[in-house]
């Protein structure tokens, strides 16, 4: 038996099909293997909080091992996992091949499924993961306003918390949906690469579409910029992600067979798919991909599914990108997204933005604690805080002229924990950079 693993991660299908995901007592049997193999590792305590509370419950157990705690207890561990990823992807050497084959997020994700499955969610976690009806309600004309309104009151935030959201939660505001006020007019002179067709049908997403516009429209203004022919994609539904992460798996399978019949149409009229939610990204090119193996219709979608900056990066080699910048960038304190890094992409946004003459790129490669509902409930805001400190000191040490993160979220958080400034989707800043 090795100890440790050199080889590339191989995420392994996840069978949640079978009756065997949700028994409880093999579920247990796999949580007590996977904790006793992490308490003996800890490589992964400085990641989030999942991993410090099973050592401290091991730390405080009789027996000081895994065997020592309370079987009770073990979900404690799985309500601080938000399934960024990273452990598995960036610091876990008995990930398969490995024959412990250790895949911490499934696990938690299989906890999160038997929770649901047996009925022991909050409805407050139902209702802040049931994104399309919210978003949709809450964006209308004479809600959103309220609703904004009711965001900036101190009063009503702390009613607010009767539901358990914290009264200090960065909340997003409401914007009308851009689906419905940008306007498109399609182009034919696109060149197309190896790679790309040149024509990107963007899936705004839900967040995109009513908290961030501004991040949509500064991506088309940017492809526009550079020859690429552009479209929104209005008929699509949430990614599921937000219900991936409460473990209700029928729900996203659901959204699925909503969204890719969408995203298949845009394919056969020869368009790529990008989004500006590296979380959503992430659903179609991994997520659902191990929900569903060997679907030919997902498989597809994958294969045409980019995050914006590797896609300007292939646009890039192929010599299809502009490069005659009008504004320097200055110092830039870059976030590098957790669901974006676990694309396994390389650094695309960085290296995007190095094209930008007169700018200095400091990346920063640590979780902002944000997690779309984590820093939002009551019980994790503080922990989520915890987690966004070393991020906004390092912005700070940086003096940076500009700040951001290709999670519009994540840049909320650093902003929040900022208390100044305005964060900046780095699509933006290439906007900013074009002088467009």
């Not at 049931?130 to 309104?149: E, Q, V, Y």
């Not at 963007?202 to 967040?207: D, F, L, M, Q, S």
């Not at 908290?211 to 699509?236: I, R, S």
């Amino acid at each position: 038996m090795r100890e440790g693993n050199l080889e590339a991660p191989d995420r392994q299908p996840l069978a949640w099909r079978e009756e065997a995901f949700y028994d409880h007592h093999a579920l247990y049997d796999e949580l007590e293997r996977v904790y006793d193999i992490c308490h003996g590792c800890r490589r992964c305590v400085s990641l989030c909080d999942a991993f410090p509370t099973l050592f401290d419950l091991v730390d405080e157990s009789p027996t000081l091992e895994v065997d020592g705690i309370d079987k009770a207890d073990y979900m404690k561990v799985v309500d601080q996992c938000y399934l960024c990823d990273l452990c598995a992807q960036t610091k876990c050497p008995y990930l398969p091949p490995h024959e412990w084959a250790v895949d911490f997020p499934h696990l938690m994700l299989r906890a999160k499924a038997h929770r649901f499955k047996q009925g022991d969610t909050r409805f407050r976690d139902r209702l802040i993961t049931s994104i399309d009806p919210i978003f949709d309600t809450l964006s209308l004309p004479g809600i959103r306003h309220a609703a904004n309104a009711a965001a900036g009151s101190a009063t009503l935030r702390k009613i607010g918390s009767a539901l358990g959201i914290h009264p200090q939660a960065p909340i997003p505001r409401f914007e009308p949906p851009v689906t419905r006020t940008l306007k498109m007019s399609a182009r034919a002179d696109v060149v197309a690469t190896d790679r790309t067709t040149g024509r990107v049908a963007i899936y705004v997403t839900c967040y995109g579409d009513h908290n961030e516009p501004k991040v949509v429209q500064d991506m088309v203004t940017v492809l526009t910029h550079n020859g690429v022919d552009v479209k929104l994609l209005a008929d699509a539904r949430c990614c599921g992600m937000p219900k991936l992460e409460l473990g209700d798996l029928e729900k996203v399978s659901a959204l699925k067979d909503a969204n890719v019949p969408v995203f298949l149409q845009a394919i056969d009229d020869g368009y790529d798919i990008i989004a500006p939610i590296p979380s959503c990204v992430l659903m179609y090119k991994q997520e659902l991909p191990l929900m569903f193996p060997g679907d030919a219709d997902i498989e597809r979608v994958k294969s045409a599914f980019f995050d914006p900056f590797e896609y300007l990066m292939l646009r890039h080699k192929a010599g299809q990108l502009r490069t005659d910048f009008a504004n320097g960038l200055g110092k830039v304190a870059y976030h590098v997204a957790c669901h974006q890094r676990v694309q396994n992409i390389g650094a695309k946004t960085r290296d995007v933005l190095g094209l930008v003459p007169d700018t200095e790129i400091t990346t920063i490669e640590r979780c902002s604690g944000h997690d779309g509902t984590y820093a939002v409930k009551a019980e994790t805001y503080d922990k989520a805080m915890k987690i966004a400190r070393p991020v906004v000191k390092r912005v700070q040490d940086v003096g940076a002229e500009h700040y951001g993160s290709d999670c519009p979220m994540a840049g909320r958080m650093i902003q929040h924990g900022l208390g100044s400034g305005e964060a900046l989707h780095p699509i933006s800043m290439v906007r900013k950079a074009y002088g467009i």
